[in-house]
C-alpha cells in the first residue's frame, strides 16, 4: 500500500501559552462523559493531550515528551496531567513521576514527527481513584474504512475537550494509521476512539501529527498493537 504524505507537520503547540485566548474552531465542543482524557502541560507553557489507561499510566505521543523551545527531553516532574479538564476545572491534576517512550522512537528536531513509533507512557506520581475517573480499555482493531474519533485539547480551545467524530481510517500502514480525522496544534497524543455494535469505546491509537494528502487535511496516528506491549513491559 502506498501512502503519500505531502506536509507533515507536529501538532505540539510551540512557543505559546497555553491559556491564549482564541476562537473557538468549527465544530468544536464540549464533551461529557470523557474524563479520562486530559490535558497535558509540559514545562508550563506548551501542551498535548493524553488519556488515563490505568489509574497510574497516561497515554501519548512520544514528542511531547520534549521542550519544543529547547528540543531537549523534559524531566517527568515538569509534565502534568489535567484529567477531565473542562472549562478550566479539572477532575484530577497529577504530576508525573517517570516516562516512557517507544524504544524505537528518536526524536527529531527538524519539525517532522517520526510517525510509525511516536507513542509513549506517563507514569502518575500519585493513581487516579477508578472511582473517580475509569481509566480507558485498548484495542488493537483499526483497519482501512472503519469509523473513529478523536478527543483533544487544542491552542484554540485549550480548557475543555474537542470531538472529532466520526471520522474514518483512511490507511493503515505496519505500525501507523492514516484518518480522515481534522486535528489542530495541541492535539498531539490525544486518543483515538473505535466504537463497534453498541460497545464500549475503545482507545486504538494516539494521534502524531496532522498531515496532507490528495489536497485535504488528515491525521497520522501510531496504532497500539505492538507498540503499546513494549511500552507496558519497560513500565513494569
Known amino acids: 500500500m502506498r501512502v503519500l504524505i505531502l506536509v507533515i507537520t507536529l501538532v505540539l503547540g510551540v512557543g505559546n501559552e497555553v491559556n491564549a485566548q482564541s476562537k473557538q474552531p468549527l465544530g468544536a465542543r464540549s464533551v461529557s462523559g470523557w474524563e479520562a482524557v486530559g490535558r497535558l502541560i509540559i514545562s508550563g507553557r506548551s501542551m498535548c493531550t493524553g488519556a488515563l489507561i490505568a489509574p497510574d499510566l497516561v497515554l501519548t505521543a512520544a514528542h511531547c515528551l520534549y521542550d519544543p523551545s529547547t528540543k531537549q527531553k523534559v524531566d517527568p516532574p515538569a509534565i502534568e496531567f489535567q484529567a477531565g479538564l473542562n472549562g478550566g476545572q479539572a477532575i484530577a491534576k497529577r504530576l508525573v513521576s517517570h516516562t516512557y517512550a ?108 496532522k498531515a496532507a494528502m490528495g489536497g485535504k487535511q488528515v491525521s497520522i496516528g501510531t496504532v497500539l498493537d505492538k507498540a503499546l506491549k513494549q511500552l507496558l513491559k519497560s513500565a513494569g
Open 102 to 209: 517507544h524504544p524505537d522512537y528518536r526524536h527529531r528536531v527538524s519539525g517532522q514527527a517520526q510517525i510509525g513509533h511516536d507513542i509513549a507512557l506517563l507514569r502518575l506520581r500519585q493513581p487516579i481513584d477508578i472511582a473517580v475517573i475509569r481509566p480507558f480499555r485498548t484495542d488493537s482493531r483499526p483497519k482501512r474504512g472503519d469509523a473513529v474519533g478523536v478527543i483533544s485539547y487544542t491552542q484554540a480551545q485549550s480548557s475543555s475537550q474537542n470531538l472529532e467524530q466520526p471520522c474514518h481510517v483512511l490507511a493503515r500502514q505496519h505500525e501507523t494509521l492514516v484518518m480522515s480525522c481534522k486535528v489542530e496544534f495541541g492535539a498531539s497524543g490525544a486518543p483515538v476512539f473505535i466504537v463497534q455494535g453498541g460497545a464500549s469505546p475503545r482507545l486504538v491509537s494516539v494521534i502524531s501529527s
